[in-house]
């Protein structure tokens, strides 16, 4: 597992929130939470991070989907 620290999230992933935001973020349950490396020190899970920019493209298609009058494609439920 690779863990990113703060300024990792905007060079490697294009992330171009600030910490302020990320928090705010992580609060509501919208970013992966932050692992505590130390007193001063935070990282996330690269994995995690990854997962969540997927998910958002995901979401982006799906609205463009149904922009375009195509409904998205249904989840099934197993």
């Known amino acids: 597992m690779r863990l990113l620290r703060f300024p990792q999230l905007k060079s490697e992933k294009g992330i171009p929130f600030c910490r302020v935001h990320i928090d705010r973020l992580e609060r509501a349950n919208k970013f992966p939470s932050r692992i505590r490396l130390g007193t001063n ?6 994995e995690e ?3 969540w920019i997927s998910a958002r493209m995901k ?20």
Not at 41 to 46: F, H, N
Not at 60 to 69: F, I, S, T
């Open 41 to 46: 020190t935070v990282a996330w899970a690269e």
């Open 59 to 78: 979401a982006r298609e799906d609205r463009m989907l149904e922009q375009a009058g195509t409904p998205a494609p249904r989840k099934t439920v197993v």
């Open 49 to 51: 991070v990854d997962a």
